[in-house]
């Protein structure tokens, strides 16, 4: 494992820290190409300045590509000299930023067109645990809301994913779960990664929700045994439901052919308006519009580690966190002005 590498201290044109790694001067290539093509000198490793150098800028058309070109080579040489961090979880944050958020990216923005509130909910820092309704026949949810974190939380933080025994046991899906930092929906990996500090997602309706069929949209299943609130409670974690309502219209689930499912391993095998009548075509999405919400945590803390002891405590935390989840998904339905607009 390689020691992490300091971040490009420049901001793109959003206003966001840039996440490439840096240079000696405290920038990645990109921006200190920039900054030597609008005749700014670049700092050098001691602070002064180094020589300054207008070269003709590049034409409009051709600097959007220019940019993907340049942080791309940047990107395949950390990976050919191995100077990128992988940890104990197989999580690697240079591949997420790079590769599997920017393939994320159309469908959060120009797709579904996500909305994002309550941000301010998630703290900049520290040990969570978020709370998920899930449904949509394929894990979308979840990977919208991690990306909502990472691209719109001041923090830019990552959402380390609680994951089902079938993501780490499918080809290709395995690896690259691990890598975008899911790991088993386990207590004692969840515990590990609040105790570091990290942000946690968790989906308690599991299957039950995502396979759910399309007349029971919006209506959460059960939420388990409350697993999730034993090591939010053994740990002094804060739990942060978050609402999705827009997810249930991607794939909207009108039967279930169970027998096929048992015979492939599956927990259901869903048919849509479009699936499996159009084939390939049939696994494109519907252009649903997303609101996420991220409602107030609920602290755990003032508790203590001894109130996992008391299933009352256990149970009550469980359905606190589901009816907040419920209540603001029903809310937010009755102001959303349609399934697509």
């Known amino acids: 494992m390689t020691p992490a590498q300091k971040r490009c201290r420049a901001r793109t044109r959003k206003g966001e820290r840039c996440r490439n790694p840096a240079g000696p001067d405290g920038l990645c290539a990109l921006h200190r190409r920039q900054l030597q093509a609008e005749g700014e000198p670049s700092p050098t490793a001691e602070g002064g300045a180094s020589a300054v150098h207008t070269p003709e800028p590049d034409p409009e058309l051709l600097a959007p590509f220019l940019k993907w070109a340049e942080e791309a080579l940047e990107f395949l040489g950390r990976r050919l000299l191995g100077e990128y961090e992988v940890d104990e979880f197989g999580h690697d944050p240079d591949l997420v930023e790079h590769v599997l958020a920017p393939l994320l990216r159309p469908l959060y923005r120009h797709w579904w067109r996500v909305e994002t509130r309550g941000l301010e909910h998630v703290p900049a820092s520290g040990p969570a645990l978020v709370v998920g309704n899930h449904a949509g026949t394929l894990p979308f949810d979840a990977l919208m809301v991690a990306l909502a974190l990472l691209d719109e939380h001041p923090a830019h933080r990552s959402l380390r994913m609680l994951a089902a025994d079938l993501a780490f046991g499918l080809p290709v899906v395995a690896p690259l779960a691990r890598k975008s930092g899911n790991t088993l929906a386990c207590a004692e990996d969840a515990t590990r990664l609040l105790e570091s500090g990290a942000l946690v997602g968790v989906w308690p309706e599991g299957y039950k929700g995502l396979g759910k069929p399309y007349r029971e949209r919006y209506q959460l299943q059960r939420f388990g045994r409350g697993g999730f609130v034993e090591v939010a409670v053994r740990t002094g974690s804060p739990i942060v439901p978050v609402a999705v309502v827009g997810s249930e219209e991607i794939y909207p689930m009108v039967a279930n052919l169970r027998r096929l499912a048992r015979l492939l391993g599956f927990p259901y095998f869903p048919v849509t308006p479009t699936f499996p009548a159009l084939g390939p075509l049939g696994a494109i999405p519907l252009p649903s519009k997303w609101?996420?919400?991220?409602?107030?945590?609920?602290?755990?803390?003032?508790?203590?580690?001894?109130?996992?002891?008391?299933?009352?405590v256990l149970f009550d935390l469980t359905d606190q966190v589901r009816d907040t989840i419920q209540q603001t998904v029903h809310r937010n339905l009755l102001l959303r002005r349609g399934v697509f607009g």
């Not at 609101?291 to 009352?312: K, R, S, W, Y």
């Open 291 to 312: 609101l996420i919400e991220f409602c107030p945590p609920i602290e755990t803390a003032h508790l203590g580690p001894d109130a996992v002891l008391d299933p009352m």
